[in-house]
Nanobody, 124 residues
């Protein structure tokens, strides 16, 4: 079974920076898109940034120019560098990945995988 483990969240003052990491582990054959979503209290989960295996990146308008997504394909890891953080960035951030997983001896299955979520709080 594939697992996504996030790290790097916490409390930061407005204008500060944080770097989130998400590492995928398990019987992974390949990873297509990897990205980050967030959910603030009382709001729906929303896309923050996404990176495809082809190198295409997408950002929410609200984070464009402040956040940067990157991947280390050799380590099956995706990062989110967050700069100039604002109180409205406060949310639980979730890692997401579309993973082709090996099943049994020769089977394969594509899974839409989620991490457990990590809290980011921007407050003075």
């Amino acid at each position: 079974q594939v697992h996504l483990v996030e790290s790097g969240g916490g409390l930061v003052q407005p204008g500060g920076s944080l770097r989130l990491s998400c590492a995928a582990s398990g019987r992974i054959l390949s990873i297509n898109a990897m990205g980050w979503y967030r959910q603030a209290p009382g709001k729906q989960r929303e896309l923050v940034a996404r990176s495809t295996s082809g190198g295409t990146t997408d950002y929410a308008d609200s984070v464009q120019g402040r956040f940067t997504i990157s991947r280390d394909n050799a380590r099956n890891t995706v990062y989110l560098q967050m700069n100039s953080l604002k109180p409205e960035d406060t949310a639980v951030y979730y890692c997401n990945a579309l993973i082709l997983e090996m099943i049994g001896l020769s089977g394969r299955k594509e899974n839409d995988c989620w991490g457990q979520g990590i809290a980011v709080t921007v407050s003075s």
